[in-house]
């Protein structure tokens, strides 16, 4: 790296993280992995600072990089375990929507890692198809299609309990474009 390269770069990770946080933390779903998820990517982004340093967007790069490296995560191996001390406790339960969150997180859990991706970057990030493809690198129609798909799924999945959730099925988004 050239001399306040490294500057450069902790300043503006600095000021990213929570937001990379927020990102991994939406796909995943889980703390921890969310913060192995930032690790990883801003390991990687410093090996390549100067590159990312140079493109228009570095914000849009690097969340390209995360969500990216989360897609990869499900194809090793060590992704699939689970470690734990003691058997989680159940946290307690509040009347602050925080159970809806939790019901939307868990059903957003068990539909494909791309959908939950597509999903999270177009109704959460709110960006637009052609960006959303552009950052998984697809073609617009896939982005479409599991958008859709998502959403079905999220439908099947939180079923019955659509009438009591804020989100109803009136007010889930379309997946039109």
């Known amino acids: 790296m050239r001399e306040g390269s490294d500057d450069e770069y902790t300043e503006y990770v600095t000021a990213r993280i929570p937001a990379?946080?927020?990102l991994a933390y939406l796909l995943?779903?889980?703390?921890?992995r969310a913060d192995d998820l930032v690790q990883q990517?801003?390991?990687t982004l410093y090996v390549k600072w100067s590159r990312a340093r140079d493109a228009d967007h570095v914000?849009?790069?690097?969340?390209?990089?995360?969500v990216r490296t989360y897609l990869d995560e499900r194809r090793l191996a060590w992704a699939r375990v689970r470690l734990l001390w003691e058997t989680p406790e159940p946290a307690p339960a509040t009347d602050d929507g925080r159970e809806d969150r939790e019901l939307v997180r868990a059903a957003?859990?068990?539909v494909s890692r791309r959908q939950q991706a597509?999903?999270?970057?177009?109704?959460?990030?709110?960006?637009p198809v052609d960006e959303v493809a552009a950052l998984i690198g697809c073609s617009p129609g896939t982005v479409k299609t599991q958008t859709s798909r998502?959403?079905?799924a999220l439908r099947r999945l939180?079923?019955?309990?659509?009438?009591?959730?804020?989100l109803s099925a009136a007010r889930l988004p379309a997946a039109s474009s």
């Open 118 to 127: 597509v999903l999270v970057l177009r109704f959460y990030y709110d960006l």
């Open 41 to 43: 990517t801003i390991t």
């Open 108 to 110: 957003l859990g068990r």
């Open 59 to 66: 914000d849009a790069y690097v969340r390209q990089m995360l």
């Open 20 to 22: 990379l946080r927020r």
């Open 158 to 166: 939180l079923g019955p309990s659509l009438e009591d959730f804020p």
């Open 150 to 152: 998502g959403l079905a």
């Open 28 to 32: 995943t779903g889980d703390g921890h």
